[in-house]
């Protein structure tokens, strides 16, 4: 269905290509998932097919891509928008008109399809996305789940033969993703749909695809195969093949399901080390997570800190409807707070009014022991008190490069001058002082801002959906840095969909469900029974509760030396 | 026996939904006829009784969309008109004489080259009522324009746009999508100023915010250009030369023969000039708009139907539009009443009655909209 030819891709101005070598075809009806590290050329691999790359970007492409026998060098993008449907990463810059029915129309009534097929095709792609209910509605008010879900129906309605997804649920909370990836399935199995996916959360999505499409590193040739084989080497992979490769399970398992079925000896060794750590059952065990005890038990101070951020039945409205209601919270420092719950629950309120950016309709809150009330501090005094991370690191980025933003930050935090550069330096080494911070890559960004944050050295860092667009190395490498702070007496607030990342980092986890507190407990308490906020190693080896790979691996290490290399034997293994 | 009710049943307007909703267009003749008609008499109780009508109307057939809230907007705003055009009177006098005198402001005086012009000093009860009721009348066309705007669906109303307006129909319905983006972008941004430690509010924190903006906004524009591209916008049809050359040459001149004529049809003389010119000017821009779309390969996804309730409603606001015409050649005392001397206004019986049974019409004939129980029941569905 897409053939690819001797394919390389140089953008203007590059002195390498961003991807080359690529030789392959994706047959019809397939779920093809492309899978790289950030740089690797999944999203110019992804804009050949749809022949946004090169005529609308820019760039040479040398070789030929073929879509359905139709060459991308001789159509342009709208020549392909019969066969080729393409939706973003985010979906409000996708939609054209302000209803969904019309939404839904767009693409057809530029093709020149005659009224009453459209009509028939609406009505069919409705039901088929579940999105009868909403016809009428304007698209500005719909959730993330449903946005996403009316752009896949909006190229759908064309009838395309193949379907191209940049990462369609990194913005979406775990049930709004589920809800967009069955729909993916529902595509492939009944219409034959030819699916090419790109996604760095790969737990959500590796368990649904037939074939896997690795891009190593920036400039290596892509490979097509098999999920399960190419996962065993590739760089970036989710917990549940870490823990497979940890255990020297091979085929690895790719979903929780066959995970869970070769996991009996695992879970019974691991039952045996608990008890040799002196917790028999789940609530004696400590909430640190192990290698947190390692790193910080100079200051162990996670129960007894100062508290930095106190909020008593707070409330905040907007307009007349409550979107916090009754909050209560104490972090203190040396602590990491996980805030979850789905796309609107008011995780992003919480932390705006952390910073004074809500005015609280009732309750309070108040920073610090010197009980600073956000909302009627001065942002030049708060910056000391408490920093934010916005969802979107860019809107703290004003200046055209990296040096002169990291001036500005000295200037607005009355640090010495280079303070900003030195942080920026040890937490991102390789980025020059000449660059423009929109032409970094998320993590880089992210980073940087949160330099400039911490340029004012605020005890308490708040972020807001901190892993969005990160791929597994950049997150490591977030989760490396926040535990660092956490050492050194920082407190850390994350609100988050990423379970995994929760998982690894937070001491607690703070449920959020319509703008009020549902849980408020240790993380492994909170999340090891909630099916939507458990990580899939805590679903593989429940009822022990283990979370993460690392504590696997580090509980496992006294007995096995090498448990990498060793782990369990093959036939013990075998369920 | 059984024809009158099932001719009742049929009259009786029917819930608006996509597929009943009056066409868009239908509300705007219904609005400008009214414009027209008001344009022809300064009798403040005719004004009056044209609002009246305009507003019961909007009142008994808006949605709850955004744009139908801006009726009050308008309102507003006619209400500033002839509080302005009677301030100015107050201030500066007027040519009107008049002899009962209100009251005698301290005039100002002006030096020589400002001859002609006074600054305060008598205020005639004549000159007062004149400048109330001209600016009532340029308050009623607002508001007749405010009323095709409460009731009409913009976004609707773009796609009934020819083929060859295509392309400028699409420019506007993005533009407004875009502008409530941008005014989301420039709160979050200056919002997040403070999270910098500068100051977030203030007329400094939005100009230097501004950047930053424009940039997402391009960057958002690019974004959405690629996907239309993607999605086949700009696919076109080959024409030959001559059917482009006779499209440019129908469009300019038949344009030209509209504007000539509706000016001709608004201004006090020349009624009679006005239609002979307006009408092949208008024939000839619709061939000409009709020619255009052929370069353009879309077809139109569940169009506004023009339906008999369409004939109808606009066919209401042309009859009181004509109603107002003749009677102002008939009886111009009563619709014009003079300033000078002042005395009451006469109710003229016939426009008036013509006002309120034809303007009211599209009341019971248009489409309902939907009531308001069942819209807040499908925004609970979503969760």
Redesign the interface.
Same mark, same amino acid.
């Given at each position: 269905m897409i053939r690819f030819d001797q394919v390389s891709v140089t953008y203007d101005g590059a002195d390498r290509p961003a991807v080359q070598g690529v030789d392959l075809t994706v047959p019809e009806g397939e779920l093809v998932l492309a899978v790289g590290p950030s740089g690797s050329g999944k999203s110019t691999l992804l804009g050949t097919v749809s022949g946004l790359v090169p005529h609308f970007t820019g760039g040479t492409l040398a070789g030929r891509v073929t879509v359905a026998g139709r060459d991308t060098r001789t159509h342009p993008p709208r020549e392909l928008a019969d066969v080729v449907g393409t939706v973003g990463q985010d979906p409000l810059a996708h939609f054209v008109t302000d209803t969904v029915e019309d939404e839904l129309a767009y693409g057809m009534e530029s093709l020149g399809l005659p009224p009453a097929t459209m009509r028939r095709r609406v009505e069919e792609t409705l039901d088929l996305l579940g999105l009868a209910a909403l016809r009428d509605r304007p698209i500005a008010a719909l959730s993330g789940g449903q946005q996403q879900r009316v752009a896949i129906g909006s190229v759908l309605t064309a009838h395309p033969r193949v379907l191209v997804l940049d990462e369609p649920t990194s913005a979406l909370d775990p049930g709004a993703a589920e809800e967009v990836l069955a729909v993916l399935q529902r595509l492939v199995h009944d219409l034959g749909t030819t699916v090419l996916l790109a996604e760095h959360r790969l737990e959500r999505v590796v368990q649904y695809a037939d074939q896997v499409l690795l891009l190593p590193a920036a400039g290596q040739p892509p490979v097509l195969g098999d999920p399960a084989e190419l996962m065993a080497r590739s760089p970036v992979f989710p917990p549940v093949v870490a823990l497979g490769r940890l255990a020297g399970w091979s085929p690895l398992p790719l979903t929780v399901r066959d995970a869970r079925r070769r996991a009996a000896p695992l879970r019974e060794r691991l039952a045996g080390h608990g008890a040799g750590h002196g917790a028999g059952h789940p609530a004696a065990r400590p909430a640190v997570p192990p290698q947190h005890r390692a790193s910080s038990s100079a200051s162990s101070a996670s129960a007894a800190g100062p508290v930095l951020l106190r909020a008593e039945g707070l409330q905040v409205r907007r307009g007349r409807l409550p979107v916090l209601h009754g909050i209560d919270l104490t972090v203190r420092a040396g602590e990491t707070v996980a805030l979850m719950g789905r796309n609107g629950a008011g995780k992003s309120t919480l932390l705006a009014a952390c910073v004074g950016m809500h005015r609280p309709a009732a309750g309070r809150i108040v920073l610090g022991e010197a009980g600073l009330v956000p909302h009627r501090t001065r942002p030049a005094v708060l910056l000391r008190h408490a920093g934010l991370v916005p969802q979107d690191p860019r809107d703290l980025l004003y200046a055209e490069t990296v040096a002169a933003e990291c001036a500005a930050a000295d200037r607005d935090a009355g640090a010495p001058p280079g303070t900003c550069r030195e942080l920026v330096t040890r937490l991102l080494p390789e980025v020059p002082d000449a660059v423009h911070p929109r032409d970094l890559s998320e993590g880089q960004r992210l980073t940087l801002a949160l330099a400039v944050i911490l340029t004012a050295a605020p005890p308490l860092l708040l972020l807001d959906e901190p892993t969005r667009g990160l791929d597994y190395a950049a997150k490591a490498r977030l989760a490396g840095v926040l535990r660092e702070l956490t050492a050194a007496g920082h407190a850390v607030v994350l609100a988050t969909h990423d379970v995994e990342l929760a998982a690894e980092l937070a001491h607690r986890v703070v449920v959020l469900a319509d703008g009020e507190a549902v849980a408020d407990g240790p993380t492994p308490e909170v999340v090891v029974a909630s099916p939507a906020f458990a990580p899939q190693i805590a679903k593989v080896l429940a009822p022990e509760p283990w979370l993460t790979v690392p504590q696997v691996r580090h509980a496992l290490a006294p007995s096995a030396p090498s448990a990498s290399s060793a782990g369990p034997d093959p036939e013990r293994a075998a369920p | 026996m059984n024809t009158r009710p099932a001719l009742g049943a049929a009259l009786r307007a029917p819930g608006a939904t996509?597929s009943t909703a009056l066409h868009a267009g239908a509300w705007w003749l219904w609005a400008l006829g009214l414009a027209a008609a008001a344009s022809r008499t300064t009798n403040p109780l005719l004004l009056a009784l044209l609002i009246t009508v305009a507003g019961y109307v909007v009142a008994a057939r808006r949605t709850d969309a955004p744009w139908a809230r801006a009726f009050r907007f308008f309102l507003a705003l006619g209400a500033l008109v002839v509080a302005v055009r009677t301030g100015f009177v107050l201030l500066l006098g007027s040519p009107i004489g008049g002899t009962t005198v209100v009251l005698v402001l301290p005039e100002v005086p002006l030096p020589d080259w400002a001859q002609g012009v006074r600054l305060g000093g008598r205020v005639t009860a004549e000159a007062l009522y004149f400048a109330f009721t001209d600016g009532l009348r340029l308050a009623t066309l607002l508001i007749c324009v405010g009323a095709a705007n409460a009731l009409a669906n913009p976004?609707r109303l773009l796609?009934s746009l020819p083929g060859a307006l295509y392309e400028a129909g699409?420019a506007v =319905? =993005?533009a *407004? @999508?875009f502008a409530?983006?941008l005014i989301a972008d420039v709160l979050? #941004?200056r919002?997040?100023?403070? #999270? $910098?430690?500068? !100051?977030?509010r203030g007329v400094r924190s939005v100009l230097?915010?501004a #950047?930053?903006v424009l940039?997402?906004a391009l960057e $958002?524009s690019v !974004? #959405?250009?690629?996907? *239309?591209?993607?999605?086949?916008?700009?696919?076109t049809a080959e024409v030959p030369a001559p059917v482009r050359h006779a499209t440019t040459a129908l469009t300019l001149g038949g344009l030209l023969g509209v504007c000539a004529g509706s000016y001709a049809l608004l201004a006090a003389e020349g009624a009679a000039l006005g239609l002979p010119v307006l009408l092949p000017g208008l024939a000839a821009a619709l061939a000409g708009l009709r020619l255009g779309g052929r370069r353009s =390969?879309? @077809?139109?996804?569940?169009p506004d139907r023009w339906g008999w309730r369409a004939w109808a409603v606009s066919g209401s606001g042309a009859a009181v539009a004509a109603v107002l015409i003749h009677a102002a050649s008939a009886d111009p005392s009563a619709l014009n009443p003079p300033a000078v001397p002042l005395a009451a206004p006469a109710f003229p019986l016939l426009p008036a009655a013509g006002i309120v049974l034809l303007g009211l019409l599209p009341a019971v004939l248009a489409p309902a909209p939907p009531d308001p129980p069942s819209t807040s029941s @499908?925004g609970d569905?979503?969760r």
């Open positions: - | 996509r976004a796609k699409v =319905v =993005v *407004m @999508t409530p983006h979050r #941004l919002a997040a100023r403070r #999270l $910098r430690g500068r !100051a977030d230097q915010v #950047l930053p940039e997402s $958002r !974004a #959405l250009a690629a996907a *239309m591209d993607a999605r086949g916008y700009g696919r =390969v879309r @077809t139109r996804y569940r @499908t569905s979503p």
